[in-house]
Each structure stands twice: as C-alpha cells, then as structure tokens.
C-alpha cells in the first residue's frame, strides 16, 4: 500500500478505498474478503490556537545542536 497509514478526516462520508500496489513479476488478483488493510480508530481533538508572544530562551531561534548537548 503506497500511501500507508493513510487518515480518514472526521468529516468524510464516503466510501473507503485501498490503493494497491503489485510490485511482484505476477499478477494477482484480489478476491472479496480478502484481507488487504488494517484500521485503526483513534480518537482526535479540536485544538483552539492562542497566538501570544513567546517569553525570550537562553537558546533562542537556534536549530540542531544551538542547545551544545
């Protein structure tokens, strides 16, 4: 499956679908009730943003390794 894990939104009310890929030198054929994926139901939360500045660091804006451990 080429575009595994996938996510459903909550907001979605359509069919779900698997893409597939056969990277064998055989054709095979997918029969109803095979088992080609797996679900997993996780719960979500809305999250609401609070832009407010951000207090001055001893590290500041630096990147990967500016914290010299």
Excluded: C, H, K
């Amino acid at each position: 499956m080429p575009n595994a894990p996938g996510t459903i939104d909550p907001g979605y009310r359509g069919e779900i679908r698997v893409i597939l890929l056969n990277l064998g030198r055989e054709a095979y054929t997918v029969q109803a009730g095979d088992r080609i994926a797996q679900m997993i139901v996780a719960r979500y939360e809305v999250a609401e943003w609070l832009e407010e500045p951000l207090a001055v660091s001893a590290r500041g804006e630096g990147g990967f390794g500016s914290s010299g451990r």
